[in-house]
């Protein structure tokens, strides 16, 4: 199975917030994706509204009405606002974050036990609504099966550590702890997800490493890259990458 691409598209929303002219356009740039061949959409709407904002999510929910293959990630802390939006528009995947709300970005994972109490009824009420539940977790074996137990239907892997080594000597020691995450998740019946600070540089090496990936989400680099390339091009590239490497 290739790995799914979804493209978190926050980073063009925090271009569009600097001014008051609704360009560059979230919508239009989800679609170009899209249209190129994107598996999904990922979207962080934070609560101080850095970047996407509560209509970008509703509009963006209208556009995938239109892309019934493809599928609709909104993460968020569940503990915050998440929830708002995921009983408005019912995405396809709910990523819990354990973000605070002045967070510069995401940067650790869920922690099992001490988060395992308030998160259950959580993931329990976005998998009544028929909402895929994703935990963001760093890569520790040992909480696999605590993720599990608490309803996850996956997790997602948090990449930053595996990204900031890459190029370096510790890099192999990286993605076999990525390897070792990946498969406890399997074995505890968790599916994997992986993003942050991912690339076309560092992707190939992880997505040969790491067993079971079904999604990577990626965004920075990627918006980076189409301020380059454009989000076509762009798209082409990171789904040839996955194909290429999975
Ligand atoms: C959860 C994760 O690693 C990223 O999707 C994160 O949500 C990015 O947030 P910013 O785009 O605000 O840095
Ligand atoms: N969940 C990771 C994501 O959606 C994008 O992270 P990044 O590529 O912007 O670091």
């Known amino acids: 199975m290739t790995v799914q691409l979804s493209v978190n598209v926050n980073k063009v929303a925090l271009v569009r917030n600097t ?59 569940p503990t915050q606002n998440l929830l708002d939006f ?32 308030r998160l259950q009824p959580l993931i329990a009420e976005c998998r009544q609504l028929g909402v895929r539940v994703s935990l963001f977790m760093d890569p520790a074996p040992q909480q696999m099966a605590a993720a599990r137990a608490v309803g996850a239907d996956r997790v997602e892997l948090y990449t930053e550590p595996y990204a900031a080594a890459w190029g370096t000597p510790d890099q192999a020691v990286q993605l076999q702890r990525y390897a070792a995450a990946a498969q406890a998740a399997l074995d505890a019946g968790l599916g994997v997800n992986a993003g942050h600070d991912l690339n076309l540089d560092n992707l190939p090496a992880f997505v040969r490493a790491v067993p079971g990936l079904a999604e990577v ?15 076509a091009a762009t798209t082409r590239a990171y789904l040839r990458c996955l194909l290429d490497n999975s």
Request: proline letters at 8%.
């Open 86 to 117: 995921i009983r408005r528009v019912h995405p396809h995947q709910a990523t819990f974050v354990p973000d605070s709300e002045d967070q510069f970005t995401s940067d650790h994972g869920w922690s099992f036990p001490p988060d395992a109490q």
């Open 19 to 77: 001014r008051h002219l609704g360009i560059p356009s979230v919508t239009r740039a989800a679609e170009l994706c899209l249209q190129a061949g994107a598996n999904g959409i990922t979207v962080h709407p934070r609560p101080d509204q850095r970047h996407i904002r509560p209509q970008d999510v509703d509009e963006l929910a209208e556009l995938m009405r239109r892309w019934p293959r493809a599928e609709f990630n909104i993460e968020g802390n």
């Open 217 to 231: 989400s990626i965004g920075h680099a990627f918006i980076a890259d189409a301020l380059e390339q454009g989000y």
